[in-house]
């Protein structure tokens, strides 16, 4: 043992080749790479994508805070403040309310593992991306997968729900609020209602469209609901929001078995957040600049009033609308009152490839904007404001851009 | 459905009482909370607990840059470059090489969903908190689970392990190299090599020892490690490092079953992370602003070169040992060959409690150290030098702390 510590120990300078070093016997064989030496650059963009958002400048500066202990008392206190400052952008009382340190597919994977059991049949809207992922993952935990099956673009109507669940007898169904990539709002007035009548659970997506579209978790009777940090909040990635109610906490707190993921187990979660009491468990080490970072962004939403926000996007997209029609461009979504306020959906014009026209507007205007995603891969264009960036002025840059890119671009090269 | 849409619009100024507004049928039933109004001020600290350390001035600086899109070329790049930088720590060629959008334990789970299916055979070394916990994890998944139980402060020799493996055949060992729990450090050479005599694979935590204790990944036969971005990277936590060889990769790719998380599935972020050719596919919206401080971090160790970082926490350590010696104090970890370079563990002084010399080492010097952590609970105190805290200064520092703190902590209380 003590023959095989000494090995490993530094013996510097021997035999040394450059940046090769004997270590006892082994070696530094792997260099140092040569593109670290350079330093860090970002360019300047303006981010009209899907996500994320640029960072609103409070936000930002908390990114360079410096790092205190995760279980300091100070960091409970901002714990705290984050939990208020998602029930009020959620409009909820539940006490189990907490960030989960991940992205919204983290949130989608801890409301899922912790809801489901195996066996448990499970409904999902599918009419884009977000219901099929649903999917994919509680068919990984051996939940029984039902889909509802629509056309991208398309969004429930109750009646189809209540087919649904009538026929599939579900634990839980899953809608998603703002459907990214198709560019669809789910109205979701009477679901919730619709749901307990069939002995169901509701989880709500509220990734896209939380601050920027009206949601009441509580009256409008959400059971779950997840949302994450880049998109209206204009924090930066890699953590959600999330809340479950008191039915959904029974549902998981009777479960019989234990949930496949100890990282995002909510038993644990929930003494880690201080939602059962004042006593605190250590459970992982939380991102403590990031939670800096929403902090902030929260702050902002409570500054400004979420009916401010929600005011500004649905001004800022009705003015965007506005400018495509003006272009002669086709929305993706027909029907215009379930058009996703934070993100919109654009048909690629006819003879056009979508890739040119997201280069030119980057190349030309160092504005982000996407393509689709999924089932809307190579058809539309996905232009986004959220948060702070739903501005008059931004959708009057975008909207040069795009006029000056459908001039430029190549048409009907085929 | 128009209907429903209509009522859940924005209808400002209509029964407005105090910041409750009516919307339709809904209210803003939850007020903007009190505590978000006040301005976000953090405590500057020395971070000598088992981390989160603090963040070097660069790495700082990282955390407020702007952001960009997640699958732009220049983040592309930038992921390039942190592969590079993860292989140069990790001194290994594995192309298999990336970040995971968690903590520490989100790393330990993409191992464990990735590499084991239901039913395998699971051997830990159990000889302080993470070895529990990979059981617990192994065990939530179905598999096997077998743990060679020692006393906290002891490590594995060959001879245990392979009894180990002989007895129960696993398909994958998990071994720690820096137990922070314990204060051990697992001497890690010929382990890889006898786990492949017995058709095992090597999977080693290094989330507290890497940067600071070395360790050679591909020339160790380490075919799965891990590591976290808070420890000896000084970068905020919230993300970590993992690298699978050729080996590991195999029995992930010809696995029967899916792993039970998409967020984690290998098979999926190795397109994301460029690891299979050129075409990077979409998965998630990866964790910026943490990636911008990570590279920043894998950058000073590339300057600093490993060596150095290994000899500089030797060098710090060994100056804290001997100024706990000279207080009387007693290392928790008997035999000294075994004991962290990284974080250290003292057997709390007999007739004080704990939580005392934390608080006074705090209040006084704004110091952070630490008590024990599951086995340890009560009985040690954590001092961790973490990279860019590995200093003799600091060292210094908490020695002055902590002799004061012996001086004026309540003793015999009891
Ligand atoms: C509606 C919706 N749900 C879930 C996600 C997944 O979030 P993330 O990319 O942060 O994992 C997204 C991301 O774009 C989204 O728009
Ligand atoms: C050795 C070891 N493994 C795993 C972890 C878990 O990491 P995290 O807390 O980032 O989830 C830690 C954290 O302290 C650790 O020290």
Redesign the pocket.
Known sequence: MFRMLAKASVTLGSRAAGWVRTMGSYQLLVPPPEALSKPLSVPTRLLLG??PSNLAPRVLAAGSLRMIGHMQKEMLQIMEEIKQGIQYVFQTRNPLTLVVS???????ETALFNLLEPGDSFLTGTNGI?GM?AAEIADRIGARVHQMIKKPGEHYTLQEVEEGLAQHKPVLLFL?H????TGVVQPLDGFGELCHRYQCLLLV?S???LGGVPIYMDQQGIDIMYS?S??VLNAP?GI?LISFNDKAKYKVYSRKTKPVSFYTDITYLAKLWGCEGETRVIHHTTPVTSLYCLRESLALIAEQGLENCWRRHREATAHLHKHLQEMGLKFFVKDPEIRLPTITTVTVPAGYNWRDIVSYVLDHFSIEISGGLGPTEERVLRIGLLGYNATTENVDRVAEALREALQHCPKNKL
């Open positions: 899907p996500g991940g992205s919204g597919h983290c949130a989608m977000w992922r998603v703002g459907e990214s990539s997506d990734v896209a469209s994450s880049q998109k990635p959600s």
